[in-house]
């Protein structure tokens, strides 16, 4: 039963309901120095994305780490750069993660004497199209993007890349932010009044074209959001717009007023609300006091708002609460995107739990979180290999027959997901006896991994 279980599981195509990808047209532009999508692009850039934050913890310096994120460095001088932190966080999955999608994308194993033929097979990749021919690769039919380049990105490539509605520049603008907003509406924001305005044009303008609405604000501030903030004088607001100091009390009211007001237009507009939780990226800056609250507060806002709550990254580490609130609160369910590289132990155990516990309906099982498409690989080798592991445990315990394990994966794996992002889904995916076909006509077939025809 395994052997089939785990064919059925690489045949299925993931739904991945968690990227950051820049458009593909950035990819292939060249890298710019210092950019928070982009700042180089050969093997280091495979590590950049969260494996850096493994070695940065394990104690690479800013000296060295300038060395690896320079667009110029050459492959061994950013390998020597790195070698000593590398060594001691080899282990971890956030590395061990890439090592795999540079494996299976270009058939070596990450080393010194292998990083400039990796950075030669990756220039050979990074083609036009070659998103798309990574995902396939991942066995993703579709992967939902919050765009770290604009609030809402048009993308080239709708059926692949549905994108978000970025939520949290909203509430914390920068002057790249106004400036988008600006061109994309025609409106300047001098009151509190025209932000909400500008808010409300994009939901009007990509509200139907959008998956859903990204709320990643729990980096700056609790996630608790009063139902009544005191006003704000324009002033206040001219001067929080410009990036000068205003008191803690008038910044907390603005943007509670404004988180409000977005969720209430997704509400109105029918897109599910995604929210990070838990960890925070990058080290030595997490407020784990604010962490343990954020599952709670959600809950919160889920009674207030009435539209799917999306608890991101199982709240890591506070997972528990996470089942909780998913099994309590009818429009809460639980996404493990990001979660199978923090800790991958920590994650089956979550998914074994849960689907004893939840409605299988309630569980989005992968979203790879990352910026180089090319990581998404290994990440959703993993997450297949983990989700085959616990299906069968729990078949080994008791809990499920063999014939209910293969029959929740494709809900666990698509389905639900579909269910979730509901009818604004571009992708608009049917099921056949055959496999999943897609509005587009790509059909995948139920014998392989990547069996996209
Ligand atoms: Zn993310």
């Known amino acids: 039963m395994s052997s089939d279980l785990r064919d059925l599981v690489d045949a299925t195509p993931w739904l991945d309901t968690h990227e950051h990808l ?34 940065v913890s394990a104690g690479l310096g800013p000296r060295d780490r300038a060395v690896f994120e320079s667009p110029d460095a050459g492959p061994e001088e950013k390998w020597d750069a790195v070698a000593e932190a590398y060594a001691r966080t080899r282990n971890s ?43 396939d690769v991942a ?106 100091p205003i008191r803690d009390d008038d910044r907390r009211a603005m943007e509670d007023a404004i988180i ?29 006091r604010d962490v343990r609250d954020n599952v709670a507060d959600v809950v919160t806002l889920a009674r207030r708002f009435p539209t799917p709550f999306v608890l991101m990254h199982i709240g890591y580490p506070y997972q528990g609460e996470v089942i909780a609130a998913a099994k309590h609160q009818t429009n809460i369910v639980a996404d493990l995107c990001w979660a199978w590289i923090i800790d991958p132990v920590a994650t089956r155990d979550f998914l074994r739990r849960a689907l004893t516990a939840l409605p299988a309906s309630k569980l989005l099982c992968f979203g790879g979180d990352y910026i180089p498409v090319e990581n998404i690989v290994g990440h959703a080798q993993l997450a297949r290999r983990e989700l085959t592991r616990t299906l069968e445990g729990l078949v080994e315990d008791g809990y499920l027959e063999p014939a209910e394990a293969a029959d929740l994966v494709p809900a666990l794996m698509h389905g639900n997901a579909e269910q979730v992002f509901g009818p604004m889904y571009p992708l608009a995916a049917t099921h056949t006896p055959e496999g999943l076909v897609t509005s587009g006509g790509t059909r995948w077939s139920t014998t392989r991994m990547g069996g996209r025809t």
């Open 93 to 135: 999955t956030y590395v061990r993660a890439a090592r795999d999608s540079i494996r299976t994308l270009f058939g070596l194993d990450l080393a010194r004497d292998t990083v400039a033929e990796i950075d030669r097979r990756m220039a050979g990749l990074r083609q036009p199209g070659f998103y798309r021919t990574v995902l």
């Open 139 to 244: 066995g993703v039919a579709a992967c939902q993007v919050n765009s770290l380049e604009r609030t809402f990105r048009e993308t080239a490539d709708p059926e692949s890349l549905p994108q978000d509605i970025g939520l949290t520049d909203f509430v914390r603008p920068t002057p790249g932010h106004l400036a988008d907003w600006e061109a994309t509406t025609g409106r300047e924001v001098g009151r509190l009044a025209d932000l909400c305005q500008v808010m409300g044009d994009y939901f009007d303008r990509f509200g139907r074209s959008a998956c859903a609405v990204k709320l990643g604000i729990a980096y700056a501030r609790p996630l608790a959001v009063s139902p009544d903030p005191a006003p704000v004088p324009d002033a206040v607001f001219r001067a929080w717009i410009r990036g000068e």
């Open 260 to 288: 409000a007001t977005g969720l209430g237009l997704a509400a109105d507009t029918g897109l599910a609300v995604k929210v990070h939780t838990g960890l925070h990226v990058g080290t030595d800056r997490m407020d784990l």
């Open 22 to 55: 820049p458009e593909e047209a950035t990819r292939l532009a060249p890298p710019v120095e210092g950019s928070g999508v982009h700042p180089c692009d050969d093997w280091a850039y495979l590590l950049w994305h969260y494996a850096l934050d493994d070695l």
